[in-house]
């Protein structure tokens, strides 16, 4: 079956019945190794053909559908068409034509990239790859196509071997016979086998909107001339989810760093593009909020696409509709959540404000606060995504979520996908986290509500082996810290790119002071209105508890103070999934220091390149 990354349904506004139809015989008659795209924007002047199909053996093909009647046909000549459409007469290009100017389109731009051309031979300058183009015509016979026109007008006109009629794309033709005919439209067949970066090259330059800039995620949708050496591109399942922005609701469940606030980002900008209504993305850490604000001024989205913090929208709902606090005992932002609730069920908060609405690490949310924002979806749209990895939930008791989906409205069942890879971390830092804390993971029952912990699989290249370091004293730890700080800095990492991670308020101020002494320019997320001010590409070190550091990533990263980390049997679980986090956050480099034995630390020890001496 090949892989369909848009899936036609999500289409489904736009899709013709012959489209459709094509859509599935293509589905179903080829092998799982064809890629197949519809109607999506193709290369730097963003035209739509049809379908795209990618075959490592095969090459590329264009096709273009009609889904016209014989009776359509008033006349004919090579380039223009004259058809009876909606009981008018029109002329119209021929669809043949269309087809071969998208793949010359396509050729022209792929050739410039000198890892996809021959560099020898007879075909020097040529693509590595063979290519093709075709018409299908869903609703004509062969007979009646041939009794049209003559095989010598059918040779001026479209070629029969650039062609699939009706009867070649029954349910019942053979599978074999139709994939004949789309091989009849390549030019040529060169028995050779594209690479898989090849393929992703190939990604890169039709579909601007897969690549990912590794130094500038905010960049991701720029188009670029040259392709560098070296390209990161959406993996097909990223992009498979990222283009289908269907209706309903949607989980995703992936492992820390693989990319579930990437396809977030493409969502929002997709969607913003589409829906009337603002789309409302939440989240439960601020900074983390901060940090996908800044990608979304960046896009020039802010007034389309809102991104809050989970709390910081329910203050926003008070204050807008005027609903009144509930007086108690309880905390302010425990009450503002109440109220919201409260406003929302009697009325006094509108339901379905947005066209869509995204949280992303959503293994941080309550129940009731899930079943809450559920509402704020309009219906029409139904647009809600939820993003999560239970390894990473940190503020509630339970391993898991805890709770089914369906309980607190999140139709879950069948829209649910799972990402193993971790393309953030190094593998050796992988390793370590996951070493380190797989034993607090547990598991949970797998049916369609919840979905199993899974192991991470690393995407990422080889590094060095994170370090642990024992040291006396707390003062001697934030030395050290500041040490690796600028022996990285001495390597040319960039300040924005560094981390001191620390557990408790305390263990931050202290870090901040030294760096402060020191002129070292950093920021404390932990000071006054430090977390909203956090600026990825702000040329700071970021200091920051571990708990604040969720969804943010940084080059190298020192984790501070984890011999001060209570371990007694009932929080080990969480603070273990804490580390997980506080580690999994570095992409390169990982140190991490204690000045006190505990639990962790025996294991930290055991699991790290021990570093000895101040
Ligand atoms: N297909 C890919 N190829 C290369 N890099 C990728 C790919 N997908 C994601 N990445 C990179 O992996 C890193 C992690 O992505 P992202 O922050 O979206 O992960 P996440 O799932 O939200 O992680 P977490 O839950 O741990 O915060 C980012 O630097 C991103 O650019």
């Known amino acids: 079956?090949?892989?369909?990354?848009?899936?036609?349904?999500?289409?489904?506004?736009?899709?013709?019945?012959?489209?459709?139809?094509?859509?599935?015989?293509?589905?179903?008659?080829?092998?799982?190794?064809?890629?197949?795209?519809?109607?999506?924007?193709?290369?730097?002047?963003?035209?739509?053909?049809?379908?795209?199909?990618?075959?490592?053996?095969r090459g590329l093909l264009v096709l273009e559908v009609k889904d016209w009647k014989i009776s359509d046909f008033l006349k004919f000549s090579n380039d223009r068409?004259?058809?009876?459409?909606?009981?008018?007469?029109?002329?119209?290009?021929?669809?043949?034509?269309?087809?071969?100017?998208?793949?010359?389109?396509i050729v022209n731009q792929l050739q410039v990239d000198p890892q996809l051309r021959e560099t020898e031979g007879n075909y020097y300058g040529k693509l590595v790859f063979p290519y093709g183009w075709g018409v299908v015509f869903p609703n004509i016979t062969r007979k009646q196509w041939n009794e049209l026109l003559s095989e010598h007008e059918q040779d001026l006109i479209l070629p029969a071997r650039r062609l699939i009629c009706q009867d070649e794309m029954q349910e019942s033709t053979d599978p074999m016979i139709f994939q004949e005919k789309l091989w009849g439209m390549f030019e040529y067949d060169?028995?050779?086998?594209?690479?898989?970066?090849?393929?992703?090259?190939?990604?890169?330059?039709?579909?601007?909107?897969?690549?990912?800039?590794?130094?500038?995620?905010?960049?991701?949708?720029?188009?670029?001339?040259?392709?560098?050496?070296?390209?990161?591109?959406?993996?097909?399942?990223?992009?498979?989810?990222?283009?289908?922005?269907?209706?309903?609701?949607?989980?995703?469940?992936?492992?820390?760093?693989?990319?579930?606030?990437?396809?977030?980002?493409?969502?929002?900008?997709?969607?913003?593009?589409?829906?009337?209504?603002?789309?409302?993305?939440?989240?439960?850490n601020v900074s983390l909020a901060a940090r996908l604000k800044h990608f979304i001024e960046a896009k020039g989205l802010s007034e389309k696409v809102h991104i809050r913090s989970f709390h910081e929208w329910c203050g926003e709902m008070l204050r807008a509709y005027?609903?009144?606090?509930?007086?108690?005992?309880?905390?302010?932002?425990?009450?503002?959540?109440?109220?919201?609730?409260?406003?929302?069920?009697?009325?006094?908060?509108?339901?379905?404000?947005?066209?869509?609405?995204?949280?992303?690490?959503?293994?941080?949310?309550?129940?009731?606060?899930?079943k809450l924002v559920v509402q704020m979806v309009d219906p029409a749209t139904d647009s809600f995504l939820l993003l999560y990895d239970d390894a990473q939930s940190i503020y509630r008791k339970k391993k898991g979520l805890g709770f089914s989906l369906s309980s607190?409205?999140?139709?879950?069942?069948?829209?649910?996908?799972?990402?193993?890879?971790?393309?953030?971390?190094?593998?050796?830092?992988?390793k370590f986290a996951y070493d380190f804390a797989k034993g607090s993971f547990g598991s949970a029952?797998?049916?369609?509500?919840?979905?199993?912990?899974?192991?991470?699989?690393?995407?990422?290249?080889?590094?060095?082996?994170?370090?642990?370091?024992?040291?006396?004293?707390?003062?001697?730890?934030?030395?050290?810290?500041?040490r690796c700080v600028n022996a990285w800095r001495e390597r040319g990492v960039p300040a924005n790119e560094i981390a001191i991670i620390c557990f408790q308020e305390w263990q931050g101020e202290a870090v901040s002071a030294q760096l402060?002494?020191?002129?070292?320019?950093?920021?404390?997320?932990?000071?006054?209105?430090?977390?909203?001010?956090?600026?990825?590409?702000?040329e700071k070190i970021t200091v920051i508890t571990a708990q604040s550091s969720k969804g943010l990533e940084f080059q190298s990263v020192i984790v501070l103070g984890t011999g001060v980390l209570n371990d007694e049997e009932d929080v080990t679980s969480d603070l273990t999934r804490l580390l997980y986090v506080a580690m999994t956050r570095a992409k390169r480099q990982l140190a991490v220091s204690a000045s006190a034995e505990n639990r962790f630390t025996r294991r930290l020890k055991e699991l790290g390149e021990v570093k000895v001496g101040a």
């Open 190 to 284: 060169f028995k050779r086998t594209m690479t898989l970066p090849q393929i992703d090259r190939v990604r890169w330059h039709l579909f601007p909107e897969v690549r990912i800039d590794e130094r500038k995620q905010a960049e991701l949708f720029e188009e670029e001339e040259i392709a560098p050496d070296l390209i990161k591109v959406l993996d097909m399942q990223q992009e498979q989810l990222a283009r289908n922005l269907g209706k309903g609701h949607r989980v995703i469940h992936g492992v820390a760093g693989s990319g579930k606030t990437l396809i977030l980002g493409y969502r929002c900008v997709q969607l913003a593009d589409t829906l009337a209504l603002p789309v409302l993305v939440l989240c439960y």
């Open 408 to 430: 607190v409205g999140v139709k879950a069942a069948g829209r649910t996908t799972i990402l193993r890879l971790n393309y953030r971390n190094s593998r050796e830092i992988l």
């Open 1 to 57: 079956m090949a892989i369909f990354i848009q899936s036609i349904n999500a289409a489904s506004a736009t899709v013709t019945p012959g489209e459709r139809r094509l859509g599935q015989r293509l589905n179903s008659y080829l092998e799982d190794d064809y890629l197949v795209w519809f109607n999506v924007p193709v290369g730097r002047t963003r035209r739509y053909p049809d379908y795209v199909v990618l075959h490592p053996r």
């Open 322 to 370: 005027q609903a009144p606090l509930r007086d108690g005992d309880g905390e302010h932002w425990e009450r503002q959540v109440e109220s919201v609730i409260e406003g929302v069920e009697i009325g006094l908060i509108p339901r379905a404000q947005y066209g869509a609405v995204m949280i992303d690490e959503g293994h941080d949310f309550e129940p009731q606060w899930l």
């Open 445 to 482: 029952t797998a049916d369609e509500d919840h979905i199993p912990l899974i192991e991470p699989e690393s995407a990422g290249i080889s590094r060095s082996k994170p370090a642990f370091k024992m040291l006396s004293r707390f003062a001697d730890e934030c030395d050290y810290a500041i």
């Open 81 to 105: 068409w004259e058809v009876q459409l909606a009981g008018k007469r029109q002329t119209v290009a021929s669809p043949l034509e269309q087809a071969r100017q998208y793949m010359i389109e």
């Open 516 to 538: 402060a002494n020191r002129r070292i320019a950093h920021l404390w997320t932990g000071a006054p209105g430090g977390k909203k001010s956090y600026d990825p590409s702000a």
